[in-house]
C-alpha cells in the first residue's frame, strides 16, 4: 500500500505570494492532518480534514487555509507569504483509531 | 492545555548500547495516548510506539521499549541495542482520547547520535 506522498518536495517562493501544497493519504484514510515544523517552534498543528470537512484547527492566521476533496486528497494554501512561514509542511492521514502516518513533507522556502 | 517536554535537546550513543530519551507531559486528562516518532534526514516521521493511557503495561516494539508513569507524568523511551540507523531526531507526542485523531502536540525533539 503506497504511503502518504506529498507534492512537491521542494518550493521556494517569494514574499507576498501564495503557494499550494498537495497531500495524498493512504488509501482508505478519510482524516488529513497538517503540520508546520521549524526548527524555532517545532511541529505545529496546522487543521485536520475528515470527510472534506475541516475538523479542527490550530492557532494560525487566516492566510493558512486548506481543504479536502470527496477522494481524500488535501491541499494546503498559505497567501500573501511572509519569511517566517519558511518551514517544513507535513501531511498526515489516519483512519478511525490508528496512529498517524506522515508523508515525507514539503520543504516551504519563502525570500 | 497540553504540553509536552522533551529535556535533552541531543543525546548520542555508542552502538550496540542503551539509551533512554526523557519526556514529561501535563495534562488534566485522565484518557490520553503518548507516541514517540522518529524523524531522519528523509524528513518523513515514522511511528516508533504507542501507548494508552488506561493500559498500565508498558508498550514494547522489538528494541523499543517505553517507561510509562502516569501519575509523574512521564514517558521515556528505550532504545536497546542500538544500531547505526537509529540516529535521528525523536519526538514525544501526546493525544487527547477522543478528541480528533490528527491534532498530534509534540514535544521540541532530542537529537540521537549512534557512534561506530
Known amino acids: 500500500k503506497a504511503g502518504v506522498t506529498q507534492t512537491p518536495r521542494y518550493l521556494i517562493k517569494t514574499r507576498g505570494q501564495q503557494v499550494t501544497l498537495s497531500c495524498s493519504p493512504i488509501?482508505?484514510?478519510?482524516?488529513v492532518s497538517w503540520y508546520q515544523q521549524t526548527p524555532g517552534q517545532g511541529l505545529q498543528f496546522l487543521f485536520e480534514y475528515f470527510s472534506e470537512t475541516q475538523r479542527n484547527k490550530g492557532n494560525f492566521p487566516g492566510r493558512f487555509s486548506g481543504r479536502q476533496f470527496s477522494n481524500s486528497r488535501s491541499e494546503m494554501n498559505v497567501s500573501t507569504l511572509e519569511l517566517g512561514d519558511s518551514a517544513l509542511y507535513l501531511c498526515?492521514?489516519?483512519?478511525?483509531?490508528?496512529?498517524?502516518?506522515f508523508g515525507n513533507g514539503t520543504r516551504l522556502t519563502v525570500t | 492545555a497540553q504540553t509536552v517536554t522533551q529535556s535533552q535537546p541531543e543525546m548520542s550513543v555508542q552502538e550496540a548500547e542503551t539509551v533512554t530519551l526523557s519526556c514529561t507531559y501535563d495534562?488534566?486528562?485522565?484518557?490520553?495516548?503518548l507516541f514517540w516518532y522518529k524523524q531522519p534526514p528523509s524528513r518523513q516521521m515514522i511511528l516508533v510506539i504507542r501507548q494508552e493511557a488506561y493500559k498500565q503495561q508498558n508498550a514494547t516494539e522489538n528494541r523499543f521499549s517505553v517507561n510509562f508513569q502516569k501519575a509523574a507524568k512521564s514517558f521515556s523511551l528505550k532504545i536497546s541495542d542500538s544500531q547505526l540507523g537509529d540516529s535521528a531526531m525523536y519526538f514525544c507526542a501526546f493525544l487527547n482520547y477522543g478528541g480528533s485523531q490528527g491534532n498530534l502536540i509534540f514535544g521540541k525533539g532530542t537529537k540521537l547520535s549512534v557512534k561506530p
Open positions: 488509501s482508505g484514510h478519510r482524516s
Open positions: 495534562t488534566s486528562e485522565s484518557d490520553y495516548y
Open positions: 498526515a492521514s489516519s483512519t478511525g483509531n490508528s496512529p498517524l502516518h
